[in-house]
Each structure stands twice: as structure tokens, then as C-alpha cells.
């Protein structure tokens, strides 16, 4: 069993706020040869005549000694993950979550951004202090 990230709690105490249920923590993701850990799965209902989304979110605190490094590791972690995913639970999206501070700090970074962007990252930015979901990026 992977360890937990330090703003685990944190993290999933604001997507239970925000109306999620936490349905996998962590959630196993298992390919073929490949057997994995993400941090957790969660699902909303949207309402009862359509069906509920499903997201699956792997959880950053870039309190590594270079949040560039922290960076590209969990860059590369998530594109596996995503695939992986996509390949044994296409219903589920993967989002990456972070600390605003973090967020605010680090990943307005233009060169972050660009990376972002063509990796189409998709962000969780979590107010830790407050256990709140700041904002979702799509």
C-alpha cells in the first residue's frame, strides 16, 4: 500500500464538502502487468435521470527540495495513470490535486502552464487550511 500524501486528509475532506463520495482510497488501478495506487475515487450524482460523474484524483504537495522535480515526476505519474485508466475505467476522469498555495506560487509559472496545456492536466486546487475546493480546472 503507497503511502499517503501529506494533504490526503485535507484533500478528501473538501471533496466530501463539496458533495463527493469517496468510493476507493485509494483507488487500484491494475492494466495487464501493471498495478498501481492512486491517492482516491470519488463520485457525484448529478441528478437521478442521468448518471453521476466519477473522477479518480491523484494527489500532489510539491514540498520536494525543487517543485520543478515534483513537478515532472507528477507529470509523469499521471500520464500513466490517465492512460491506464482510460484503457480499464473509461468512466473515470483522473484530475490532479494541489494546494493553492502551490497553485498560486508555482504552477502560474508560464513554462508550467505550457506543459498544462498540452498535457491537458486536469487540477483540483484545494484551500488545505480550510479543507475547501478552491477550483476546478478543466
Known sequence: M?????YHNEVKNALIKDGWTITD???????????????????????AERQGQKIVVEIKSFAGKSQMYDFHNALGQYIVYRKLIQLTAPEYKLYLAIDDVVYDKFFQRKSV????????????????????IQQWIN
Open 113 to 132: 502552464q505550457a506543459v498544462i496545456q498540452e498535457n491537458q492536466l486536469l487540477l483540483i486546487v484545494v484551500n488545505t487550511e480550510k479543507e475547501e
Open 2 to 6: 503507497p503511502a499517503k500524501d501529506t
Open 25 to 47: 482510497d485509494p483507488y487500484f488501478i491494475k492494466y495487464e502487468d501493471a498495478e498501481l495506487y492512486a491517492d482516491l475515487a470519488a463520485e457525484k450524482p448529478i441528478a
